[in-house]
């Protein structure tokens, strides 16, 4: 190699390392903006419990600051989320992004605003990819009476249906429970069907809102945590249920009960019986039908479980 090509080498070699360094800094804007996305001010940090969601799934929100918090408030494709102060104290706030099982997947803004104690403003943003959700689709054979009800029984399912729709719409505004939520069965690990649509007698019919969890006739279940009984009847579809609120809008639902225990305005503490398992309603055999709304969204009972695990 001769003096000149040497030379020549070495400034190529400059100039690549040049260019090298370039092209890093032209993509260190771009890994800052892809981080960006979440944009948090006066010294407070979001986290999420995963990047991005899934339709009837649940993130935990996770915001903590250098400095006490006032109040704050979150929200998520025009809906509230709510938030609640967590182990830190005033320092921090959790809070749970509900995905109603049928929201169309797409980005959505989340939004937290509020103030430290000191008066500063604080705004947290960051969107939020939501998945399609896998879904299984599943063809039942039921009783006729169920696929084509007669006119007084669409209308009293109509008429239960806004009812339960007027509960979950209003949120209490103090948080009832304290904890990890528990699954409402003794020795019951997981349950099934959250999701699925389902075929009835050759009809689409509404998808699957709750885990369904085995479990033979009399089985006593047990509220999964602290809260207010705000419905406790028969209903067409559920057959005998009981609904407890927990505050923050936050509701568990128990379908198919062979019997109602507690009563409307009852008080209920983690794993206190508020029925027994049986077969009431629209079903093909004994099952707890286990249901969980948040902020108006049918999402998975038993992902909030794992998500509270450590609380
Ligand atoms: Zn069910």
Not at 78 to 85: F, Y
Not at 224 to 241: D, I, K, M, S, Y
Request: charged share 25%; hydrophobic share 40%; with cysteine.
């Amino acid at each position: 190699m001769n003096f000149h090509l040497r030379a020549a080498v070495r400034k190529f070699t400059v100039r690549f390392s040049v260019a090298c360094i370039a092209a890093i800094a032209a993509l260190i804007p771009m890994v800052a903006t892809a981080k960006e996305s979440r944009v948090c001010t006066a010294r407070t940090t979001l986290r999420l419990s995963a990047p991005e969601s899934s339709q009837g799934s649940l993130l935990l929100i996770d915001l903590k600051s250098a400095k006490p918090l006032a109040e704050m408030q979150g929200e998520w494709g025009g809906r509230s989320v709510p938030l609640w102060s967590g182990n830190a104290g005033e320092n921090q706030r959790k809070g749970l992004l509900a995905v109603d099982l049928e929201k169309a997947p797409g980005e959505y803004e989340l939004k937290i605003t509020g103030q430290t104690a000191g008066g500063e403003k604080v705004l947290c943003k960051a969107m939020i990819a939501v998945r399609k959700g896998q879904f299984a689709t599943e063809k039942l054979q039921v009783r006729k009476q169920f696929v084509e009800p007669s006119p007084e029984q669409i209308k009293r399912a109509d008429e239960e249906r806004q009812k339960l729709r007027d509960i979950f719409d209003r949120v209490t505004p103090e948080r009832l429970w304290d904890g990890k939520f528990r699954i409402p069965l003794d020795g019951v690990t997981t349950g099934s069907n959250f999701g699925k649509r389902r075929i009835l007698n050759g009809n689409p019919g509404s998808p699957h809102g709750g885990a369904d969890l085995p479990g033979a006739t009399g089985t006593p279940v047990h509220a999964a945590q602290r809260g207010r009984v705000v419905l406790a009847e028969e209903l067409f579809f559920a057959g005998n249920t009981v609904v407890v609120d927990h505050g923050l809008g936050i509701y568990t639902f128990y379908g198919h009960l062979f019997e109602i225990d507690v009563k409307v305005g009852d008080t209920l503490e983690t794993g206190a019986v508020l029925g027994k398992v049986g077969a009431t309603g629209r079903v093909t055999g004994p099952h707890l039908h286990w249901g969980l709304t948040v902020e108006r969204a049918r999402v998975n009972p038993l992902q909030l479980v794992k998500l509270l695990e450590n609380e």
